[in-house]
């Protein structure tokens, strides 16, 4: 079993809509949890953390913790083609200096 | 430039041979970290430096693979022996030690091919 896994994609929306990305992971002790963006041929970004339960926003971005169902998520409301990228999960365990990477989610958003 | 640098961005090389990547961290950056990518994965870790010190090194990495950081400033990752599985983006990372381990700047990467 992966210790992060994402939603297969790939996942296509319309401009201006919400994209829902998704994640699990397997640890219980993880306690850091990040989402980076990865433009096609680039390196990984950092686009959002989250520490604690509940949902996070910044800008169009909210990132939602569940520790108890071991579920994080992204949400990107109006949707632009510039958000067309490969979306990665990480997550931190406590004691561990390394993160743990999903394979990623392909977004392509639409004209 | 205030970013993380990695060179040669791209290598070709025949199996067998060595190859050794340099990664330069943003210059106040205490840690660095080495991750390879292969396509339709995540970055996979790989090491681990705080300053100059190997914190961390993968279970996963052969003894082919050897990195360093010698002063705490740049680090080389070197392949001995590659073989066509080594094929793959090596990526090198840095950040703050005051700021959350998950916090990384990336580099752009170096791809290396293996023939």
């Known amino acids: 079993q992966k210790e992060v896994e994402q939603n297969s994609g790939p996942l296509s929306v319309p401009e201006g809509a919400i994209a829902s990305l998704n994640c699990t992971y397997s640890d219980r002790v993880s306690q850091s949890f990040f989402w980076y963006r990865q433009y096609s041929g680039k390196s990984p970004e950092l686009i959002m953390s989250?520490?604690?339960?509940g949902d996070k926003e910044d800008g169009r971005f909210t990132a939602q913790l569940n520790k108890a169902s071991q579920y994080v998520s992204l949400l990107i409301r109006d949707s632009q083609p510039s958000d067309s990228a490969t979306y990665l999960c990480a997550v931190n365990s406590g004691s561990a200096r390394q993160l743990t990477f999903g394979s990623g989610t392909q977004l392509t958003v639409l004209p | 430039d205030t970013g993380v640098s990695q060179d040669p961005r791209h290598k070709i090389t025949k199996r067998g041979q060595n190859v050794t990547f340099r990664c330069d961290p943003i210059?106040?950056?205490?840690?660095l970290y080495w991750y390879r990518q292969t396509l339709g994965q995540g970055p996979e870790f790989l090491t681990y430096?705080?300053?100059?010190?190997?914190?961390?090194k993968s279970r996963l990495l052969s003894d082919r693979f050897s990195a360093e950081r010698p002063k705490g400033s740049f680090s080389t990752l070197e392949i001995q022996r590659t073989e066509q599985g080594d094929s793959a983006m090596y990526l090198c990372?840095?950040?703050?030690?005051?700021?959350?381990?998950?916090?990384?700047?990336f580099g752009e990467g170096s791809r290396l091919t293996v023939l």
């Open positions: 990372a840095s950040s703050l030690l005051a700021v959350n381990t998950g916090e990384l700047f």
């Open positions: 989250i520490y604690s339960n």
């Open positions: 210059s106040e950056h205490n840690r």
């Open positions: 430096f705080q300053n100059e010190a190997q914190l961390e």
